[in-house]
């Protein structure tokens, strides 16, 4: 395809999104339909289309000039294939962030920035738009064999980072099916994420309830970390429990308690056979605006003014009231966002400490993952007395 097809398709496919649909979702589904894209054909679409999203609406410009600046700003494609197809700023590609747009002012061409709400303590505002204007990479979370799974990197000559205990990052895109055939060895985690579960402990025989468990990640940690534990997971979202079964299964978690709960509303005691102070450690893994997450999904920063942060934390709030009473005295609730609000994040807590007497904060962490490509988690962990 030459350039000015790319930019017909992606402009094409942009009039037909629809938000709040999650983008990639809706992108994979119009490649899977249009079978004319080819793999390199999907790849420059794709970036064109998500560093149009990085840029944040942009009135002033046309849609194709809007391409055209986001695909060199956010520099999803490799040097060689941007050159290639586009000769916009192609002495500038290489500069940092900030360089460009200095190069775009002196070209007359200003970006518009967009407001963003109170940051958590520990993140620069700077840092948090470069953060979204680039891509995340890959990382995966290892269970078991560790050895075996990086001797299979090495084999294969793929690029990789140890970014923690049991956590690699893949700068590239890889097909880790391919690569890795014991795929109950490790998960496909962001490292952040990954790193929030380091703060969980229980001991065999604990009752621990992931009470917005989506599709188990949280979950599936804590049972790897924390042998013997009597796992209870719920959510909102039937479809996701089935998900979430799926990937139970596929990981060989056998013994656990799967039941579609609402925790944003108050729930009688016998509801599934719940009574108060039923659990020795409570996951919630709050729904968010994700704003710690963005780069991945940077239609969610474009949109911002339709993220009604106040709405996210008035649900996070009722979840904490209405989970709190079903802990055991002593135990241990760990609040958890990728958020990268403070309305969403400390005030939360301390707005729930006010109410609470008999919670205590055990440890509160704000994991920022931007120097690692990754995204940004709170963390909060509670212990009730």
């Known amino acids: 395809m030459k350039q000015p097809s790319y930019l017909l398709s992606a402009q094409d496919i942009l009039a ?28 420059i679409i794709s970036a064109l289309l998500f560093g149009y999203f990085r840029l944040g609406q942009q009135a002033q410009l046309k849609a194709v000039d809007a391409l055209k600046i986001g695909a060199f700003v956010a520099t999803e494609l490799s040097e060689k294939l941007y050159l290639q197809f586009f000769e916009f700023g192609a002495a500038q590609y290489v500069l940092p962030l900030q360089e460009k747009l200095n190069w775009l002012h002196s070209q007359g061409i200003d970006l518009q920035e967009k407001e963003i709400p109170e940051l958590s303590q520990g993140i620069l505002l700077d840092e948090y738009l470069n ?28 690029a990789f980072e140890e970014i923690a205990e049991n956590i690699i990052g893949f700068p590239e895109s890889v097909n880790l099916k391919e690569i890795l055939t014991q795929q109950q060895d490790y998960t496909v985690q962001d490292a952040s994420s990954a790193m929030a579960t380091n703060f969980f402990t229980a001991k065999k025989g604990d009752k621990v309830w992931d009470c917005c468990a989506a599709s188990g990640g949280k979950s599936i940690a804590m049972y790897d970390a924390c042998n013997g534990i009597e796992l209870f997971v719920s959510d909102i979202r039937y479809q996701i429990l089935e998900t979430l079964k799926e990937r139970f299964k596929h990981y060989d978690i056998k013994k656990y308690h799967a039941f579609p709960h609402n925790a944003q509303v108050p729930a009688p005691y016998a509801n599934n056979n719940m009574p108060h102070g039923s659990f020795d450690s409570i996951i919630c893994d709050a729904p968010c605006t994700g704003s710690g997450t963005w780069s991945r999904s940077p239609e969610q920063y474009y949109f911002l003014p339709d993220t009604d942060v106040d709405f996210y934390a008035d649900r996070q709030k009722d979840i904490l009231e209405n989970t709190w009473p079903f802990l055991k005295n002593g135990g241990t609730f760990y609040y958890i966002t990728c958020s990268a609000f403070a309305a969403e994040n400390e005030e939360v807590i301390s707005a729930f400490l006010d109410k609470h007497a008999d919670a205590e904060v055990m440890n509160m962490q704000l994991i920022n993952g931007i120097d690692k490509k990754a995204d940004t988690m709170f963390v909060a962990v509670l212990m009730k007395g």
């Not at 037909?16 to 790849?43: C, I, M, N, T």
């Not at 990382?139 to 090495?154: G, M, T, V, W």
Request: glycine share 2%; proline share 5%; charged share 40%.
């Open 131 to 158: 953060d979204i204007a680039h891509p995340h990479h890959t990382f995966i979370r290892i269970r078991k064999n560790k050895k075996s799974i990086i001797d299979a990197l090495h084999k294969k000559e793929i």
């Open 16 to 43: 037909k999104y629809k938000y709040p649909e999650p983008f990639h979702v809706f992108l994979k589904a119009q490649f899977k339909e249009h079978k004319k894209f080819g793999s390199r054909d999907r790849k």
